[in-house]
């Protein structure tokens, strides 16, 4: 059973435009919803978190978005650029005690020059 | 700090044989666990522990074992090895467990099973 689905699964943006990978989640036990990032060859690693007590964060490009009645969550890449090219999880953790990260498939991002 | 640290990168076995896949982290991270990655199938967890000592089972187990006798190695045995075991394997650490989101990744070992 897959508890975070992932979509698309492959995403081609034009440099400057906007990347958005959406995940939802099914375990209204979750409550901590970070986005790795991993470039090819290497390990994934945390780019941005955000708790479902607001409604997005942004760091720089990088947004999310939460929709907690509708259990979804994105990621929004600003002015994409190649640089950015990457492929992106979506996870979800519960929080406190003993638990373990369940990730999302996947989204491969290609910025195209 | 050299972080999480994995060895080897590249490793390729027959059917059957063993081998142990080593990581370590220099962080004094009470958590550690090791991730298959394959295409399509994302992340998957396949053993962890919260501290030394303590291991557990995560999504996919089976022909896997692990052990913590230090807070620094987790090393993953494989038993005897199959094609389907062929994958990228991330060993990643994090504070403790209650911050569990906050995992540092290695770099990954690259497994190939014939």
């Known amino acids: 059973q897959q508890q975070v689905k992932q979509s698309p699964q492959s995403l081609i943006v034009q440099k400057g435009g906007i990347s958005i990978i959406n995940c939802a989640y099914e375990n209204t036990a979750f409550d901590y919803f970070p986005w790795y990032q991993q470039f090819p060859g290497k390990g994934p690693a945390l780019l941005i978190a955000?708790?479902?007590?607001?409604s997005e964060k942004k760091e720089g490009r990088f947004t999310i978005s939460f929709n907690k009645s509708a259990k979804q969550f994105s990621l929004h890449i600003m002015d994409s650029q190649p640089g950015d090219s990457a492929t992106y999880f979506c996870?979800?953790?519960?929080?406190?005690?003993?638990?373990?990260?369940?990730f999302g498939k996947g989204t491969m991002l290609l910025v195209s020059p | 700090n050299a972080g999480v640290t994995q060895t080897p990168k590249f490793q390729v076995l027959k059917t059957g044989q063993s081998m142990t896949l080593q990581c370590a982290q220099d962080m004094n991270h009470e958590y550690m666990s090791w991730y298959r990655q394959d295409p399509g199938m994302g992340l998957r967890l396949i053993h962890y522990?919260?501290?030394?000592?303590?291991?557990d089972q995560g999504e996919v187990p089976n022909g896997y074992n692990v052990s913590r006798s230090t807070t620094e190695d987790f090393p993953l045995r494989l038993l005897s090895a199959a094609p389907s075991q062929t994958s990228v394997y991330f060993c990643a650490s994090s504070y403790n467990v209650v911050r569990g989101h906050e995992q540092f990744f290695g770099p990954g070992t690259r497994l190939t099973v014939l």
């Open positions: 996870a979800a953790i519960v929080n406190s005690g003993y638990s373990t990260l369940t």
């Open positions: 955000i708790r479902p007590d607001v």
């Open positions: 522990s919260v501290g030394a000592g303590i291991t």
